[in-house]
């Protein structure tokens, strides 16, 4: 079973930036299409961001232009740069698995909190 570890979150001010990564152990993890999730205080999981093997990109239009996610396979990591935050961007961000067969168990994730 994969395990995932996300790291890099914290308190920020409205504007400023924050780098999180995600490790993945496993072999696999190159060939799938990995995804940045997050989830607000009483709200679902909503998927923000995600990229196959491949390097195609998607964003949620919450966070176009203003986030960018890259991986390195030969690290099993997956990174999201997030720029110009917004009070509404605080969760707690999770990566995990878009390709079938789903996702792996999820991790403990990363809060992020974004306040002045």
């Known amino acids: 079973q994969v395990q995932l570890v996300e790291s890099g979150g914290g308190l920020v001010q409205p504007g400023g930036s924050l780098r999180l990564s995600c490790a993945a152990s496993g072999s696999i993890f190159s060939i799938s299409t990995m995804g940045w999730y997050r989830q607000a205080p009483g709200k679902q999981r909503e998927l923000v961001a995600q990229?196959?093997?491949?390097?195609?990109?998607i964003y949620a239009d919450s966070v176009k232009g203003r986030f960018t996610i890259s991986r390195d396979n030969a690290k099993n990591m997956v990174y999201l740069q997030m720029n110009s935050l917004k009070p509404e961007d605080t969760a707690v961000y999770y990566c995990?698995?878009?390709?079938?067969?789903?996702?792996?168990?999820w991790g403990q994730g990363t809060p992020v909190t974004v306040s002045s």
């Open positions: 990229i196959t093997s491949g390097w195609m990109r």
């Open positions: 995990n698995r878009l390709s079938p067969p789903g996702p792996w168990t």
